[in-house]
């Protein structure tokens, strides 16, 4: 028989329980024991849900209150000293970490105040891991044993597992060193990990676990000699240890035939691949496997929703049990299921026909033994019959396909993501046009949103107030946005987004092809969750998306006033994408219905528009090389085609934050303004990369993440240490990104200080 494994599941419980209960544990509203409770009954329904679907290879340790890499370093006692000298209980230190802790004395307590560690993407996903923070005095030790605890959890409930930790190679390359360590080399530390990684496998081995997963999904990437060769260091010292369970090394997101030499040979029981992302990979994988060794196919999708393709994953599986026989074959999820949402189950709004095309953690798992099992050899030819039906279904629905859309694609020429003139000429006609002083301010489109406005929101999703009513409310939120930015003297102003709910969902619910979720939420980071929408076929607009409420704000005010738009590749991003076409062509799809809006943007008389591109790093594919050169074409020509039908004299605006951007990416999109997340860089570098950049430029001067307010003496600081390497004339003024997570307030505040700062440089030059 060959078997089936799961590389782990979502843990944030089929009705988010987790992010309710740990909201409230830092609220003080439940207790530890409540929080620990409800981690403990989402692992015992996950590993029970997975047994009862027949799944042989089940994870255990991949739950985490926050983080499983948090986890790990908590595990290794990888806690700076910021952290550990407040002595707090074990799991208030490990979220302290992870989101940072401001906490007035009590008469018991001494008062808290420390930042949380650093937030990394998580290789190309949308997910975000708290980084490993080594400092010279990082003491590594075991400080708890959660892998042992919860892989003794299942066995209690009757379920075997295969505890997953991050790899040592991987956690060591992902982490930094800390503010007052900068000279240490993460993988300097390995000789000092190792023994801990083998002292907590022997326990696992001792408490009765047979084999573990150690994730190395650092291997997709570009890996210099000396991390190539740690591989060999770390793996063998773990082979020479004697009672440690077998390891499967699994890698996943990418290919690792780059890296092929750095794992062959290693001493490991076996290899899991992605074959979804890279089933090109098989042979040259298969090709480094000892006798003896393994293989876990990844070929049920970890990263998107759509029903697997039974025959074609089972070619895949076919082929290595050609090669290497059935007992050395896996079946199993391209990565852990974390990345997608819990149970199609769930939606009970989806339209049954798209319903049909899609697969969440819960059916994956399904979907991993059904394909275990056909390869087998057992008969399962009434699922292979359903699923094949389903997928021919979807690829010949006219909900998938849009030929009028397919031939505007093809139809594209250069001439559209071209604006007519060079940047130098377009500015000197706006210039003419909206006649703005040096150091002009604006912001970069949200101000807060109020609970009254999501009230107001629901309301109207409900049906209890009426459409018009509801827009005399939005329009008098816009108003009151408008007047704030004419009372305080702010340049360009915008409207708010009072009305958008989401900066992607907003737009997607009102472009043909998106389909949304009403529980399908993933987690992002801690304790927050996304509900990516779908793109389920050929994407167009309908109608104007935002033109009605740009048109009223400028129809209020005589300085102009900002439309704002999402741009085709932050869409794409956000957004679970379709798998039978390339994302190409769907951001060039979003590009056309984009090109639209802003055109009828422009129509109407809104002659300053910015589409926001904050995904466009992230989508940057994680090696370099073809792909990812292709990707910074298409990304660019997408934006400027979206953005190329305007005159001259319009002003084409972007924005971009969540990532340390590299210029070279945003040349090519030739957009006349854009704003950069800037305030919280301290690196005094980065703002030399811009110095080349050709249009012009708002380094972010505030950080809208905070509540705290900037005084206008910082801004001015700020601003001057700017300028002793940046030219007044390409210098606007804004903040890091959109206000809606602030409060008025601290608004209102922050930008009145910026905009005096800003005037006061006007005087100055
Ligand atoms: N225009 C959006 C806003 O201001 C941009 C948000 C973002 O970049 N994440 O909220
Ligand atoms: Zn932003």
Redesign the pocket.
Known sequence: MVQSSVLGFPRIGANRELKKTTEAYWQGKVGVEQLLKVGKDIRANNWKLQQQAGVDVIASNDFSYYDQVLDLSMLFNVIPERYAKYNLAPIDTFFAMGRGLQRKATETEAAVDVTALEMVKWFDSNYHYVRPTFSHSTQFKLNGQKPVDEYLEAKALGVQTRPVLLGPISYLTLGKADKDSLDLEPLSLLQKLIPLYAEILKKLAEAGATSVQLDEPVLVLDLDEKVQAAFKTAYESLASQSGLPAITLASYFGTVVPNLSAIKGLPVAGFHFDFVRNPEQLDDVISILNDNQTLSAGVVDGRNIWKNDFAKSSAIVQKAIKKLGKDRVIVATSSTLLHTPVDLENEKKLNPEIKDWFSFATQKVKEVVIIAKNVSGEDVSAELKANAKSISTRASSNITNNPAVQKRVAAIDEKMSKRSSPFQERLAEQQKAFNLPLFPTT????FPQTKDIRVNRNKFVKGTITPEEYEKFINAEIETVIRFQEEIGLDVL?HG?PERND?VQYFGEQIDGYTFTTNGWVQSYGSRYVRPPIIVGDLSRPKPMSVKESVYAQSITTKPCKG?L?GPVTCLRWSFPRDDVDQKTQSLQLALALRDEVNDLDAAGIKII?V?E?ALREGLPLRAGEARTAYLQWAAESFRIATSGVPNGTQIHS????SDLDPNHIKALDADVVSIEYSKKDDPNYIAEFLNYPNHIGLGLFDIHSPRVPSTEEFNTKISKILESYPAEKFWVNPD????TRGWEETKLSLTHMVESAKHFREKY
Do not use: A, N
């Open positions: 912001t970069i489109g949200s915008v987004e900066m704002m999402t910015q926001d904050p924005h971009f934050c969540y990104c959109g206000l809606k």
